[in-house]
């Protein structure tokens, strides 16, 4: 239990170290370098909680502070001060320079002096014995580690890959079992060192060189993430195998030299530290002569990689790029590395970082489009391949068709399905999404750098403050407005172009009624969108907007009343489309209205009737609606025959119909159900009533119902059924003696008698 | 460019007597770091243990004679096989073996040819006497100690890795193998350091640990012009060891080369069909494997090229009428494996000036190996059905 303490705290040290290292770039308010301090141990930090807590010590922290609350050395406030200020500093880092350069010579034989006064012989070589032992421990257990990974880490790196999902999880999988590997390495190697004995001074550069060892292969494993130098299906970069070899050396070499860079620095100022008294020069100047030397040797390794790789890379993956380009980007990065070098000399801290980022954002933003569109076209190269065979066998097809002249009038075109990319919407929301965080990070670095608060930027109250706040809050706006927007437009764009409208003679599908919205709904977004970025940009500038809030309100309020019809309409409109009542191309019928819909805008639709009347119904005044075209239709029909009439014939004739009706090559696929007798309905004065019914989709109705009436008739004739008619029978008691007159004007009266009261008949409804 | 029988005998035997002394060599090793590991104890222990753990291999002759010829014959074998390599390209275990190999002579002499000379001068070679040489009189020593432990230690262990991958069923022995692999050198490592920390003297941090009943307490038993001969004597023993040594690899490497230069002719175009098929022309020379592995394309191969898995199996789809027949250790794994005849080891097939089209067999990444397709474990599934 102990040890598992020892080592968090060794581990928590080593995390302390590293930010320490960090630090020696980082800008410092003084000119100068500090000389390195120790991480307080946990009974220092208990004291100064202790203290800060004593009521004493309260009182003079706040009587040493102003009134207003700061503390004495306020920062100079005018222009021409804080100028002066800084090329003072200018000059006093000039002069601990020279006096560095001075130093430098005499740093080999100081630190040999401190190696032989400070350890024997065989206490050296024991350390190194230690050092090797505790490394081949940690490497030992993550061999053992790997080996029980062996077969899902190949699996991961050979098994073929399409989707840039796919790669990336592949990718993510792997570097977390590498990271995973460099923890154990760790444990195991820390575990091993805490377990030995130290001298103090090797114990901390022992530490520092574990910590190196650390970096540098977390460093490498995040090259390997990225460049996969062995494994091509997991390799997210646009290069080939040669190329992300090369430049994974190169990534090598430039973290090696800067890990001990840092290390380096920072056991010899250890070192220094320990032996510093003998020296007549200050500590602060030979911690810092070290640091030039190690950061002017980074600086060279860095001009040597760039030359390096713009002398080769070209040849490697035979890039189309001029001469003349390459040589501008190279002259650049140098130009850039120089720069910074020459700012960090000067003590300029925050110019260097604002050169660095700027410098960098611009290549850096470009290579992401390039890679990213890379990731992506790798992604679809099979799909691509697939598509155009299938092209190319339609041309062929085409080809062939025109050759033997079978090619249908007016259809010269031939039919290339069109490539379907499955990342069409996915693509543009990676590129914004990943410029976003680009840009976001680069903007975070620079205000760290420029030792601004982002998130308290509105209690600083300068010039430089109140414009970078600005520019933050307008930039991060933008972006986000920019992301959602492109998100949605694509994705919107997308469903309407892949909208087919539906065939003439079919029922239109749901995705009808989302097209008819999609557009309502992309021009609203665009809006509200274009609002919102607006008022928070005039927010972030100072312009207060509650007013401008406060008028759209109550505008909006006025305009809301004086249109509220016009809003109860749209606000229908958009549910009777979510709840599918009608579609375009349907035909409806809404109280005496009926037609099929032709247009359908935010605040109304139009139907047409059949006779070419248009109708325009806004939706608030919609109650109820009627929709024909919905799935299917049932008509009935009536034949009246006369009560003598064979009702199995009947039945059979009705069957025979039925099924030439289904047989039919026009509307037979369009019955549901055909025609099928139901019978004598009823009995009427005169005849006998038979029903027949059948089913067919929408639309398809009134001509099957047409060739029914038609083919029945027809087949009833043929067998004798004669249809009944309406006749009048008059029985005149002894009327025999009638002469041919009387006869006629008898029959003409009892005409008249039965037909007299009953009047015209309805009319029958039209069909469309 | 077909191999005669002879050779292939020949061939077979090498392989068999390369493994059976780089065995008793690995037994030795592994006993000589238990009795170091005995330190995290006492050293006291540590040479109570001696006489069973390390001394018996000087001591008792058949193993003395043993140890020495299997030094001998594995060194030659060595010598013979680097000779044979095709390609200093190898995969990154074969390097590793190789280096170490070549490694292990020069930082082994000077710790064999000390405990001999320590025996001459009439010191008992205690744990205690030689942990105070490598401690306290000379760290460098001490130092190199653990250099060779890891540089002995990595040959011996990829060498028992690569025998006992290429037997069916490896994973089950592998599963014990790996944590000892590990362990065991660990174990020693700590031993010798906590050994080290008993034995340094306390003025020097230590604990100044002395033996019970030490052997050497009365001093040497030769006179002091003795010692000076003998130790002289030692010295330019291990000179002429490390640069023999040496030597020999260097001579053998010069050969290799010009034999290569020789061999070397002709163009070969080999295409692998697969779900990322990729075609590639190399010079002849070498064994399709190595070729494949020159050209950086991944290829199943547990034994990495030593013909006996049988995992680099390809399907030759044209050009296997050019192939020599196959030889007697490449038939005798692909009956194992119940090869059809299209399928040829790509390990042992040596393609001169043609054009090759292969498909792989098992997938570089193992995904589809399986040892039931053996014949062994099909004819014990014949037996029990």
Redesign the interface.
């Given at each position: 239990m102990m040890t598992l303490f020892r080592t968090l705290v060794v581990v928590l040290a080593l995390m302390i170290g590293a930010q320490h290292a960090s630090a020696q770039f980082v800008p410092t308010t003084g000119g100068s370098e500090a000389p390195v301090v120790p991480a307080p141990s946990p009974n220092d930090v208990k004291e100064f909680l202790r203290l800060l807590a004593d009521p004493s010590i309260q009182t003079w922290i706040s009587d040493s502070a102003n009134a207003d609350g700061t503390l004495e050395d306020a920062p100079a406030s005018s222009l021409r001060q804080q100028i002066d200020a800084q090329l003072a500093r200018i000059g006093e880092r000039a002069q601990s320079l020279t006096l560095a350069w001075q130093v430098l010579p005499q740093m080999p034989a100081v630190l040999a002096n401190v190696w032989t006064t400070e350890l024997?012989?065989?206490q050296k070589?024991?350390s190194?014995?230690?050092i090797?032992?505790f490394l081949?421990?940690g490497f030992?257990?993550e061999?053992?580690y790997r080996?029980?990974l062996r077969?899902p880490l190949?699996?991961i790196?050979?098994?073929?890959k399409d989707a840039p999902s796919q790669k990336l999880t592949g990718a993510l999988l792997r570097a977390a079992i590498i990271f995973a590997g460099l923890g154990i390495f760790a444990v195991g190697s820390v575990g091993?060192f805490d377990?030995?004995?130290w001298h103090p001074l090797v114990e901390s550069l022992v530490l520092d060189l574990l910590v190196s060892v650390l970096l540098f292969r977390m460093l490498t494993t995040i090259s390997l993430f990225f460049q996969a130098p062995?494994a091509p299906?997991l390799r997210l970069v646009p290069y080939g195998?040669a190329p992300a070899r090369f430049l994974h050396r190169i990534v090598q070499v430039m973290a090696f030299t800067v890990v001990a860079a840092f290390a380096l620095s920072y056991m010899l100022n250890r070192v220094v530290e320990l032996q510093g008294i003998d020296l007549e020069s200050s500590l602060a100047t030979v911690a810092l002569a070290q640091t030039v030397a190690l950061a002017l040797f980074v600086v060279l390794v860095a001009w040597a990689c760039i030359w390096v790789t713009f002398r080769r890379l070209p040849g490697l993956c035979d890039m189309q790029a001029s001469v003349r380009s390459i040589t501008i980007w190279r002259n650049f990065l140098m130009v850039l590395v120089g720069v910074v070098f020459a700012l960090w000399l000067a003590g300029l801290f925050a110019v260097m970082w604002a050169v660095l980022v700027v410098g960098l954002l611009v290549p850096g933003l470009r290579l992401m489009r390039a890679w990213i569109d890379h990731f992506f076209d790798q992604s679809t190269a099979a799909l691509h391949e697939v598509h155009m065979a299938e092209a190319q066998a339609a041309l062929d097809a085409f080809a062939e068709a025109e050759g033997n002249g079978e090619l249908e009038e007016g259809e010269p075109q031939p039919d290339v399905p069109e490539f379907a990319d499955p990342y069409a919407a996915t693509r543009p929301i990676v590129q914004r999404g990943t410029r976003f965080l680009f840009i976001i990070s680069a903007v975070l670095l620079l205000s760290g750098a420029w030792g601004v608060n982002v998130f308290d930027l509105s209690s600083d109250r300068s010039i430089v403050g109140r414009i970078l706040e600005v520019l933050i809050d307008s930039i991060v706006a933008l972006l986000l407005a920019d992301l959602v927007w492109t998100w949605a437009k694509t994705v919107i764009d997308k469903r309407i172009a892949d909208y087919e409208p539906p065939v003439d003679g079919q029922a239109p599908g749901p995705e009808a009624r989302m097209i008819t919205l999609l557009p309502l709904l992309r021009t609203i977004l665009m809006v509200t969108l274009l609002i919102m970025v607006v008022l928070s940009v005039l927010a972030a500038s100072g312009v207060n907007i509650a007013p401008i809030l406060a008028g759209a309100g109550i505008v909006g309020i006025a305009i809301g009343f004086g249109t509220q019809s016009l809003v109860r309409d749209i606000v229908a409109g958009i549910f009777f489309l979510i709840d599918d009542a009608f579609r375009l191309g349907e035909y409806i019928e809404i109280g005496d209205l009926m037609g099929t819909v032709e247009s359908i805008s935010v605040r109304s639709m139009r139907i047409r009737h059949h006779r070419g009347k248009v109708h325009t119904i806004p939706y608030g005044e919609l109650k109820s609606l009627t929709n024909h075209s919905r799935d299917w239709v049932i008509m009935k029909l009536e034949f009246r025959v006369p009560f003598d009439t064979d009702l199995q014939l009947v039945k059979k004739l009705v069957k025979k119909v039925g099924a030439e009706l289904q047989a039919n090559e026009h509307y037979g696929p369009a019955i549901l159900s055909t025609l099928k007798s139901q019978g004598v309905r009823r009995m009427e004065e005169f005849n006998m009533v038979v029903g027949v019914k059948f089913m067919t989709k929408p639309g398809e109705q009134w001509l099957v119902r047409r060739d029914a009436y038609q083919k029945v008739r027809d087949a009833f004739e043929a067998n004798g059924i004669r249809m009944a008619e309406r006749n009048v029978k008059v029985e005149i008691e002894g009327g025999d003696h009638l002469s041919q007159a009387q006869r006629t004007a008898v029959a003409g009266a009892a005409q008249e008698a039965a037909q007299g009261p009953q009047g015209p008949q309805a009319p029958i409804p039209d069909e469309p | 460019m077909s191999e005669s029988p002879v050779s292939n005998k020949w061939h077979a035997y090498r392989l068999r007597a390369m493994i059976g002394t780089g065995l008793i060599m690995f037994v030795f090793i592994s006993m000589h770091l238990v009795n170091l590991s005995l330190g995290l104890v006492s050293v006291q222990l540590m040479d109570d243990w001696r006489w069973a753990l390390s001394g018996v291999w000087s001591s008792f002759p058949p193993l003395k004679i043993a140890l020495n010829l299997s030094l001998v014959v594995h060194f030659a074998l060595a010598l013979v096989s680097l000779y044979l390599r095709n390609t200093l390209r190898v995969p990154a275990y074969d390097m590793a073996q190789m280096i170490a190999g070549v490694m292990i002579i020069p930082l082994m002499a000077p710790h064999v040819f000390g405990i001999m000379a320590a025996d001459e001068i009439g010191f008992e070679p205690t744990y205690a006497l030689v942990l105070s040489q490598f401690w306290v009189f000379s760290p460098v020593d001490g130092l190199l100690q653990i250099v060779m432990l890891v540089v002995a230690w990595i040959h011996g262990a990829i060498g028992m890795f690569t025998w006992l991958q290429s037997r069916d069923g490896s994973a089950g022995i592998m599963r014990v193998f790996y944590p000892f692999v590990v362990a065991l050198p660990i174990v020693a490592m700590l031993g010798y350091v906590e050994a080290g920390r008993q034995i340094i003297p306390v003025e020097d941090g230590g604990m100044g640990f002395v033996l019970e009943d030490d052997p050497n307490a009365n001093g040497p038993t030769a006179t002091q012009e003795e010692i000076g001969v003998i130790i002289a004597q030692t010295e330019a023993r291990i000179r002429n060891v490390t640069v023999g040594s040496l030597g020999l690899v260097l001579l053998a490497l010069a050969a290799r080369w010009v034999r290569v230069r020789g061999a070397w002719a002709g163009q070969v175009r080999a295409t692998y069909v697969g779900k990322r098929s990729a075609t590639f022309e190399t010079a002849s020379g070498l064994s399709l494997l190595e070729m494949a592995q020159e050209n950086g394309l991944p290829h199943a191969s547990v034994c990495r090229g030593r013909g006996r898995c049988g995992t680099c199996r390809v399907r030759v789809l044209s050009g296997g009428e050019n192939l020599p027949a196959p030889s007697e250790t490449e038939a005798k794994v692909l009956a194992h494996w119940n090869a059809e005849p299209d399928q040829r080891l790509a390990c042992q097939i040596k393609p001169t000036s043609m054009v090759l089209e292969v498909e792989r067999v098992i997938e570089a990444d193992y995904s589809n190996l399986d040892y039931s397709e053996t014949k062994r474990s099909q004819d014990t599934q014949a037996e029990t059905a």
């Open positions: 024997s012989t065989a070589v024991r190194v014995t230690y090797l032992i081949l421990i030992g257990l061999w053992l080996q029980y077969h190949l699996r790196e050979q098994a073929p091993a377990s030995f004995d062995w299906e195998t | -």
